[in-house]
Nanobody
Framework: VQLVESGGGLVQPGGSLRLSCAASGFTFIRYAMTWYRQAPGKERELVAGIRWSGGSIYYADSVKGRFTISRDNAKNMVYLQMNNLKPEDTAVYYC????????????WGQGTQVTVSS
């Protein structure tokens, strides 16, 4: 299993970024996909999740209305569109895959750094 995140960067408050996660080494369509983030000194937290069909989606309260998770099963990709970014969104963002019991199957990758600052 390999998960490679990209798309992070430095953005001003109110700006947007689109994160991408390239997945390989497993049957992508069989697994739910998630985005997590970890800010300095804090635990990793779940930001958004999407089932294999894209039909059931979860968002943390802190990002509802601002972030959108999506997936392209033909390309084995999952995305996180982040709008109206806030300084508190600053973190390293990671993706992972989960089986039907919710267990993650992938090792945590390098993540992609998102910094929101003026």
């Amino acid at each position: 299993v390999q998960l490679v995140e990209s798309g992070g960067g430095l953005v001003q408050p109110g700006g947007s970024l689109r994160l991408s996660c390239a997945a390989s080494g497993f049957t992508f369509i069989r697994y739910a996909m998630t985005w997590y983030r970890q800010a300095p000194g804090k635990e990793r937290e779940l930001v958004a999740g999407i089932r294999w069909s894209g039909g059931s989606i979860y968002y943390a309260d802190s990002v509802k209305g601002r972030f959108t998770i999506s997936r392209d099963n033909a390309k084995n990709m999952v995305y996180l569109q982040m709008n109206n970014l806030k300084p508190e969104d600053t973190a390293v963002y990671y993706c992972n895959a989960h089986d039907i019991n919710g267990n993650s199957i992938g090792p945590w990758g390098q993540g992609t750094q998102v910094t929101v600052s003026s």
